[in-house]
């Protein structure tokens, strides 16, 4: 399998000097919401010998069960994948009593994944969709239309 991608131009700041240079990015097959939990059932339900509707109901617990225990103050590890926690914030105070449960809130939740995981992905191929599909015609160069081919 391999990840597409399309070619854009970005403003590059990293001289300290502006630079537009072309730049790999994921298209837009990675739509926003990406697979869902229906469709992961199904696949799932392929490789496995679990029917669908039991991997939809498991994986809706999942998120309760992940939701509960990150609300408790603990991490969620899910081997193989990684580990869910939640970062916390408050505002600066003067006194240390003055850090109230009512000043504490979380910042955010974020995933870590496994350093396995990550590693084998990595090793994902990307495979270029030809220019003629997202670049208008007036922008084609000979040395696209060659690529393309």
């Not at 105070?93 to 009512?102: N, R, S, Y």
Request: glycine share 8%; proline share 4%; hydrophobic share 35%.
């Amino acid at each position: 399998m391999s990840i597409p991608y399309v070619v854009r131009k970005k403003a590059d700041l990293s001289s300290g000097e502006r630079k537009e240079l072309w730049y790999g990015v994921p298209s837009k097959m990675q739509r926003r919401g990406g697979v869902k939990n229906k469709e992961l059932a199904v696949r799932m339900a392929k490789t496995t010998g679990f029917h669908r509707g039991q991997i939809e109901g498991i994986l809706s617990e999942l998120v309760e069960s992940i939701q509960d225990l990150l609300s408790s103050g603990h991490s969620v590890t899910i081997e193989g994948l990684g580990t869910f926690q939640t970062a916390l914030t408050s505002q600066g105070c003067v006194l240390p009593e003055q850090v109230t449960p009512g000043k504490v809130a979380i910042s955010r939740v974020y995933f870590v994944a496994n350093s396995k995981f990550s590693r084998e992905l990595k090793k994902t191929k990307c495979t270029r969709i030809p220019f003629k599909y997202y670049m208008p015609e007036s922008m084609l160069t000979k040395n696209m239309k060659k690529a393309d081919r």
